[in-house]
T-cell receptor, first 113, second 115 residues
Framework: AQSVTQLDSQVPVFEEAPVELRCNYS??????LFWYVQYPNQGLQLLLK??????LVKGINGFEAEFNKSQTSFHLRKPSVHISDTAEYFC???????????FGTGTRLTIIP | GAGVSQSPSNKVTEKGKDVELRCDPI?????LYWYRQSLGQGLEFLIYFQGNSAPDKSGLPSDRFSAERTGGSVSTLTIQRTQQEDSAVYLCASSLEARGWDEQFFGPGTRLTVL
């Protein structure tokens, strides 16, 4: 069965500093990987996804993530954060052949001015 | 175009009462999902519908929970005899089809409070 671990429940970062939000998954088969973002008082929206091919994927708002099969990780990064990046970020995985997404518990990113 | 809509946005009910939560998916999306978001718990899958196929109910926590989707569009999640532990935000999402790689589009959620 697939599972996702987001070890950091909260990450405070100074404005214009870089950030990395960690995500590790567990699966016995090939996977699709996603990062969703939930801004305050809004619904979730897709930030980026890895389906196949290049292990470095770029998403909206300057975010990118790298799929590392050997470490079963899909960490999210941004070189310079802004106040507007304050949100909760969810990593999700689906096994090939499985229509369901399994979400992590989320990481709350707080930007310090 | 219109996104996924959910109603009501907030629902306060007393323990033991039944509640119905509604979801209107994006037009043309054949797959519809329900999730529960509890504080510190992430998103918990409840049920999904794909076209006219039988729904996958594997995530429903108890037989007090049920859902239906009429005409392949609007869906209703029903919780009978609500308990305080049912308090959470209930999210609905839709996608073009129920394929693992499809983006899911989420509604704003219904915040349920059981007193």
């Amino acid at each position: 069965a697939q599972s996702v671990t987001q070890l950091d429940s909260q990450v405070p970062v100074f404005e214009e500093a870089p950030v990395e939000l960690r995500c590790n998954y567990s699966s016995s088969v090939s996977v699709y990987l996603f990062w969703y973002v939930q801004y305050p008082n809004q619904g979730l929206q897709l930030l980026l996804k890895y389906l196949s091919g290049s292990t470095l994927v770029k998403g909206i708002n300057g975010f990118e993530a790298e799929f590392n099969k050997s470490q079963t990780s899909f960490h999210l990064r941004k070189p310079s954060v802004h106040i507007s990046d304050t949100a909760e970020y969810f990593c999700a995985v689906s096994d090939h052949g499985n229509e369901k997404l399994t979400f992590g518990t989320g990481t709350r990113l707080t930007i310090i001015p | 175009g219109a996104g996924v809509s959910q109603s009501p946005s907030n629902k306060v009910t007393e323990k033991g009462k039944d509640v119905e939560l509604r979801c209107d998916p994006i037009s043309g999306h054949t797959a519809l999902y329900w999730y529960r978001q509890s504080l510190g718990q992430g998103l918990e899958f409840l049920i999904y519908f794909q076209g006219n196929s039988a729904p996958d109910k594997s995530g429903l926590p108890s037989d007090r929970f049920s859902a239906e989707r009429t005409g392949g569009s609007v869906s209703t999640l029903t919780i009978q005899r609500t308990q305080q532990e049912d308090s959470a935000v209930y999210l609905c999402a839709s996608s073009l089809e129920a394929r693992g790689w499809d983006e899911q589009f989420f509604g704003p959620g219904t915040r349920l409070t059981v007193l």
